[in-house]
């Protein structure tokens, strides 16, 4: 699976998720603004700003303020949106790959803080272009096994028009391209197939191993980076073993 379905998992085994809901609902906000600001209100159609609605009504978030970020990003809320995306490119500890998405106000600010994470957990700030060839964005599912066996998974899948499935000890992840992220999902759904994460994301070619006290010191760098303001996304080529994975989360 990818270092970022890995890295989810050890979200949930900890916690995280629901620990840092407020921080979810902030990246998220900034999202569905400026998915409103580039494309329009209209759900319908702009699938940017449908993907952010859907990914704030799977975090439970109030429809109320769905609204208002929506409104907010078309300019009829308090304040226009005025955010930047930059996607910033490194490497971290053993020479893993990492992206990051921002959305920032202050370029400067963000790239000093971006850059200082990365020195301090064993890794470098690389050029543009570094490392983004590694990946692909792609539709992203994760089932837990106890929902569903592989080949009923892999029928209902392919047949809507998924790419793959792969699976580790306790997983499924579903992998689309990101015109039928939409189609999967709803064929899923509809086949009362819940799921533990679902959304559009980069997913890498190739991966780096890491032993245990690499993979600390990689997961110490995504949380960091996750928790920073700015950060709406951390992308990263990592694979750790779950007994390694077990035992860090």
Known sequence: MSGHS??????????????????????????????????????????????????AK????????????IKKGIGGGDGAANY??????????????????????????????????FSKHGGNLGENGCVSWIFSKKGSIVIDKKEIDEDTLMEIALEAGADDVVSDKSEYEVITSPVAYENVKKALDDKGIKH??????????NTVKLEA????????????????????????????DDAVMEKLS
């Not at 760098?221 to 920073?228: A, P």
């Open 6 to 55: 890995k890295w989810s998992t050890i979200k949930r085994k900890k916690g995280a998720i629901d620990a840092k809901r407020g921080k979810i609902f902030t990246k998220i906000i900034k999202e569905i603004t400026l998915a409103a600001k580039l494309g329009g209100g209209d759900i319908e159609g702009n699938s940017r700003l449908r993907q952010a609605v859907a990914a």
């Open 58 to 69: 799977e975090e439970n978030m109030p429809k109320d303020n769905i609204e208002r970020a």
């Open 84 to 117: 930047e995306e930059v996607t910033y490119e490194g490497y971290g500890p053993g020479g893993v790959a990492v992206l990051v998405e921002v959305m920032t106000d202050n370029k400067n600010r963000t790239v000093a803080e971006i850059r200082h994470i």
């Open 196 to 205: 533990l994460e679902a959304r559009i994301g980069m997913i890498p070619s």
């Open 213 to 240: 006290g690499k993979a600390e010191q990689m997961l110490k760098m995504m949380e960091k980076l996750e928790d920073n303001d700015d950060v709406q996304n951390v992308y990263a080529n990592f694979d750790i």
